[in-house]
């Protein structure tokens, strides 16, 4: 199971890394993707890295400021966000997935617990 770490509170225009660890799974055998949920909203896809090339997908809403990678010997993915809004805060969850690269929560089999990501002055 994917676990999340390193959400926080931050000013807008600031910066954030989220990890996440692979927990009885290997980072770099699935499909990795970011999500974030606000209340009363469906879960959205952010972002996504292939096992296959690591090739990165992001949502257009993020596209120049969120940066997805992976750590194969710390069996960890990452989500680097920069230039942060209010519009970003929501509770982020880390998925697992072994189908396609998308960001479509269906692709996914494993997730996360979820981090809480505030960006407010």
Same mark, same amino acid.
């Given at each position: 199971q994917p $676990?999340?770490?390193?959400?926080?509170? $931050?000013?807008?225009?600031?910066?954030?890394?989220?990890a996440c660890a692979g927990s009885g799974f290997t980072v770099g055998s699935f499909?990795?993707?970011?999500?974030?949920q606000v209340p009363g909203k469906e879960r959205e896809g952010v972002s996504t890295i292939s096992s296959s090339d690591g090739?990165?997908?992001?949502?257009d809403s993020v596209k120049g400021r969120f940066t997805?990678?992976?750590?194969?010997?710390e069996n960890t993915a990452y989500l680097q966000m920069t230039s942060l809004k209010p519009?970003? =805060?929501?509770?982020y969850y880390c998925a697992a997935g072994?189908?396609?690269? =998308?960001?479509?929560?269906v692709d996914y089999?494993?997730?996360?617990q979820g981090t809480q990501v505030t960006i407010s002055s």
């Open positions: $676990v999340e770490s390193g959400g926080g509170l $931050v000013q807008p225009g600031g910066s954030l890394r989220l499909n990795i993707g970011w999500f974030r090739r990165a997908y992001y949502a997805i990678s992976r750590d194969i010997a519009e970003d =805060t929501a509770v072994d189908h396609w690269a =998308t960001l479509d929560a089999d494993y997730w996360g």
